[in-house]
């Protein structure tokens, strides 16, 4: 047996199969759903890190199932699809261990789980898909899987957050299924290929291209929460924080940036979108996207609110960094989509035990709770750090490398917008810090749980400190071989070297 | 020759329900075990039939057989194709389906009519989809019709007489159109066979005249805008089963007709006619789609709601004809197959809501579904089809329908197809969003039997599962290349 030819799809499965059967479990088996949602993980995580080792090999992982009539279904291990496999098959695992801590004896935890399996099969799919219909079947089904975990507390707010987040995702993935069907109308495949598929097609075609980059790129850029495109990302906020973390950090905006640079790269070729003359203007839209975020996290007084507006702002880093071209722009843009995925996930993380333990949810309320919590804001000001770009850590290695490659490309003014936008993330996180570490506590929390010996339950620490630990690891350890960047570079260098 | 090539499984197909019917109507007490041992027994002989065809090479696969020997003109003939093979898989796979629902949903007094009635449906529609004439075809039109009435009056009280009553005059209306179509036919060319026809056809403004008749009259039947009007409150009034049947099936057997005749009768008969009534057609589908979703959405009862659905899902049928290519009659021939599967499992899911609670007023549907977890999957999971999302059967039709419009230039018909699916994701989460919270039940609750929650679980899978065999399900449509009728 070939065993090439299964892993793609065994990982796929692995998570598919551990939802469905907790989907039947009964809600108060508490211990096999544990058991199975963390053997699921690490199973997971297993088959990835074979994989990984194999790609690095030179081993050629590719399944293909018959779908349409010279359409297959095609999940395949390429250099950048492991960049998001990896990130989203790690972060998974500690999302999982998070959120059983997170929802301890609430109910319906069986529905719960089952989705959150489903979303990072279809995360991991989104990943792995070879050509733009696996990639539009897997992003899609994201979009099914991500209502349930919005509105699973059922209250008015969550219910109005998740028909928000349907009327964006659905029309957006009508946008990108209309562009995918012209596309494949005019091309006849779909298959990603490095440097594209479309140079060859006849000039005349060429507006046509034109357009089907604007549905293409507008319908991934409501997931990636693209300015004006970004409305349901700050209302989605009423989730669980396990399920914000999905959401910010390992899936759904993820999802949506990682499908702009497949576009981008395998779809049209970076030099060819360049002379279509479409890099450009997405780069500017990135750069309103980063700088209208962060201005709009300013004056945000709910905690995860203000998070959510700097999800905004951060993850067109990586569409600028694409947008700018330029191997070196490219570089920071790539290594920002791990980036961003750590530093989020720690901030969300931390913003759920200050809910939970203390029932903060304001940045007003946060006066003095590093004294309470020493270990939870020891990993959010790393984190916050992080965003802001402070040397070493994790933000700073994508700035540097965003604006060297900006000046590499001759377009200084994205200088000014990193600059800027880094001023910002100082303006809304520092206070943040400033309040949290030297300001007098209040009397009281505003609703406050004991958890014994720690600040608050173990499950829900550990997992913003590994990452917060990870921040600081993928920044100062850039250079070493396997760090997000050593990674980023060797796909840089497939999409570029001649 | 081996055993299961020798029968003549096509006959068994009609003649099997027409048994069913008596024995169910002449042992009463037994009509649910008969019924179900025939259910069985038809979907055992289509799946017999397929194997037959499948073996088969001469005729491309197609399969003819001449009732007790004598031929066309003077006998019967029955035929087989890829169409009519699909066709009578997906109605013994809903129906089997249905039987089972069926035996749990019933009391016994209401058991002992729908037995016979609903094994007399099964034989009508095995029969019309093997008819390889137009005259059988009305035959067998009528007699479905009106076992059809007789099964939305099942429910009993004022409403039902009245939807059953306009059910039936719309019926016999309908039939007539089309029957004085066949008698134009026969007088101009002096056949009913399909082939020969089809053969023999040219213009004339008799021809002409039977085109609008036929297709004036499959229309009311098929409940296209705007002479859907029928359909809602017939649906509404009916049992969940027997909703099930008429939307899966009965709409889509007169569907069928109108696909025979446009690929194999008229096609010869004036081309410019033919694409001028495509557009109209193609319009009314567009008018289909959006008044049956906007209707859909202003729904206060659910069923009424999943009735609406229908009739903007028919309306995705229609927009083949201004296409007129192969990929456009298989895409809407596979959004055919896939909606009678998944509108089978949504109606089939209202029901066990509205048996649990006893209503299916959708405001109050906080108080039901968050205990009926499986229905509530069942129809999220019809819901995706319907909306056309992948991967199910309503995806692919929905990729290959917008595939033809492209390739023919007419991508504006694409435009329709994602409001529509737009349309849908409005209204299915309009019911899964109470999935999410829940309310006290203010009065008894009746369980539901667990087969009643399978059977729409079940169903609402195979429709999903019907987006991931689709080379297969494509290449049983090509046998005998019922499409090779048309234009390009």
Redesign the interface.
């Known amino acids: 047996m070939n065993w090439d030819a299964w892993m793609p799809l065994l990982i796929v499965l692995s998570s598919l199969l551990v939802g469905l059967v907790i989907f039947v479990l009964a809600e108060d088996r508490v211990k096999t759903r544990i058991w199975l949602n963390m053997a699921g993980a690490l199973f997971k995580l297993v088959l990835v890190a074979i994989m990984l080792w194999g790609v690095f090999n030179g081993h050629h992982y590719e399944t293909r199932l018959?779908?349409?009539?010279g359409l297959d279904l095609v999940l395949r291990a390429d250099a950048l699809s492991m960049l998001f496999v990896v990130l989203s098959s790690g972060l998974w695992l500690l999302t999982t261990v998070y959120a059983i801590g997170y929802l301890e004896g609430s109910p319906?935890r069986s529905?719960f789980f089952g989705f959150f399996s489903l979303c990072v099969t279809a995360t991991v799919g989104v990943a792995l898909a070879g050509n733009l219909i696996t990639f539009?079947?897997f992003y899609?089904?994201l979009?099914?899987a991500t209502?349930?975990l919005i509105?699973?507390r059922?209250t008015e707010a969550?219910?109005r957050a998740?028909?928000t987040y349907?009327v964006y995702t659905?029309?957006g993935?009508?946008l990108l299924?209309?562009g995918t069907?012209?596309l494949?109308?005019l091309s006849g495949t779909l298959e990603f290929t490095a440097r594209g598929f479309l140079s060859a097609l006849d000039s005349s075609h060429h507006p046509a291209l034109v357009m089907i980059f604007v549905l293409l790129i507008a319908g991934l850029g409501v997931k990636a929460a693209l300015v004006p495109l970004h409305g349901w990302l700050p209302q989605a906020m009423v989730a669980p924080a396990p399920v914000s973390a999905l959401l910010h950090a390992v899936a759904v905006v993820k999802a949506g940036a990682f499908g702009i640079v497949r576009v981008v790269y395998d779809v049209y070729g970076i030099e060819f979108s360049a002379s279509l003359g479409v890099t450009l203007p997405l780069a500017m839209l990135a750069a309103v996207t980063i700088i209208y975020g962060s201005i709009r996290a300013l004056f945000q007084d709910d905690l995860k609110r203000r998070l959510a507006f700097s999800t905004v702002s951060q993850v067109s880093y990586i569409v600028l960094g694409i947008a700018v071209v330029g191997p070196v722009a490219t570089v920071g843009g790539l290594v920002h989509l791990v980036h961003q995925g750590v530093m989020k996930i720690t901030l969300f993380f931390c913003a759920g035990n200050f809910a939970e333990t203390l029932g903060i949810h304001k940045v007003s309320e946060m006066n003095g709770v590093g004294r309470r919590m020493p270990w939870t804001m020891a990993a959010f000001t790393i984190g916050a750090l992080g965003m802001i770009g402070v040397p070493p850590l994790a933000g700073f290695i994508t700035k540097w490398y965003l604006g060297l490659g900006a000046l590499e490309a001759g377009q200084g003014w994205v200088i000014f917008v990193l600059v800027g936008s880094s001023l910002l993330n100082a303006g809304y996180f520092l206070p943040i810090l400033y309040a949290a570490w030297f300001k007098a506590p209040a009397d009281s929390w505003p609703a406050e749980r004991s958890f014994g010996r720690h600040e608050t339950a173990l499950a829900l620490l550990v997992p913003p400190v590994i990452t917060a630990l990870l921040v600081v690891a993928v920044g100062l350890l850039a250079s070493t071989p396997f760090s997000p960047l050593h990674w980023a570079r060797f796909i840089t260098t497939l999409e570029y070297t001649p | 020759m081996n055993l299961l090539q020798n029968i003549p499984w096509l006959v068994l197909l009609v003649v099997l329900p027409l048994a069913g019917s008596m024995l169910c109507f002449l042992f009463p007490q037994r009509g649910k075990l008969l019924g179900l041992m025939t259910a069985l027994a038809i979907a055992a002989s289509v799946l017999a039939l397929t194997y037959q065809i499948m073996g088969q090479v001469v005729n491309q696969g197609a399969l003819r057989y001449a009732v007790g020997g004598w031929g066309a003109p003077l006998g019967i003939n029955l035929y087989v194709d890829g169409l009519s093979l699909l066709m009578l898989l997906v109605t013994a796979l809903v129906g089997l389906a249905i039987s089972i629902y069926s035996s749990g949903y019933f009391n016994n007094d209401k058991a002992k009519h729908f037995w016979p009635l609903w094994m007399l449906l099964w034989a009508a529609l095995n029969a019309l989809f093997l008819s390889a004439d137009i005259f059988n075809l009305y035959v067998t039109l009528e007699l479905m019709g009106l076992a059809a009435v007789a099964l939305v009056a099942l429910a009993g009280g004022a409403d039902a007489l009245a939807g059953a009553m306009r059910y039936l005059l719309v019926s016999l209306l309908g039939s007539l159109c089309y029957l004085l179509g066949v008698a134009l036919l026969y007088h101009s060319f002096g056949s009913v066979d399909i082939v020969t026809l089809g053969q023999r056809m040219e213009s004339s403004p008799a021809v002409w005249a039977a085109v609008g008749l036929m297709t004036t009259g499959l229309l009311l039947k098929t409940a296209l805008f705007p002479l859907h009007f029928w359909l809602p409150p017939a649906h509404a009034s009916a049992p969940a089963p027997v909703s099930a049947l008429l939307s899966a099936l009965v709409v889509k057997a007169s569907f069928y007709i109108l696909l025979r005749l446009w690929l194999e009768v008229f096609p010869v008969a004036s081309a410019s006619l033919e694409q001028s009534l495509g557009q109209l057609l193609g319009l009314l589908g567009v008018a289909a789609v959006l008044w049956g979703g906007v209707q859909a959405l202003r729904q206060t009862r659910l069923k009424l709601l999943v009735a609406y659905s229908t009739v903007a899902q028919i309306g995705y049928l229609f927009l083949a004809f201004p296409l007129a290519s192969i990929i456009g009659w298989k895409a809407a021939f596979y959004m055919l197959l896939s909606h009678a599967v998944a509108k089978t499992a949504m109606f089939l899911a209202a029901g066990n809501i509205m048996f649990y609670g006893g209503h299916d007023r959708i405001v109050d549907l906080d108080q039901v579904a968050h205990r009926l977890p499986l229905t509530l999957s069942a129809f999220g999971l019809a819901g995706i089809s319907l909306m056309g999302l992948p991967p199910s059967g309503g995806f692919i039709a929905k990729w290959l329908l917008l595939e033809a419009a492209i390739l023919s230039g007419q991508w504006w018909w694409g435009i329709i197809l994602i409001v529509g699916g737009l349309l849908t994701g409005a209204y299915v989460f309009k019911v899964i969003g109470y999935a999410f919270i829940e309310s006290d039940l203010p009065h008894e609750s009746r369980a539901v039997p667990k087969r009643m929650e399978w059977v729409a679980l079940i169903l609402a899978l195979l429709a999903i599962a019907m987006g991931l065999i689709v080379p297969r399900l494509l290449s049983l449509m090509e046998i005998g290349s019922p499409f090779a009728g048309s234009s390009l």
């Not at chain 1, 018959?66 to 009539?69: D, G, Q, R, S």
Request: hydrophobic share 45%.
């Open positions: 018959p779908f349409l009539p319906y529905r539009l079947l899609e089904l979009t099914l209502y349930p509105v699973h059922g969550s219910r998740g028909r349907l659905l029309a993935g009508a299924l209309i069907i012209w494949y109308t």
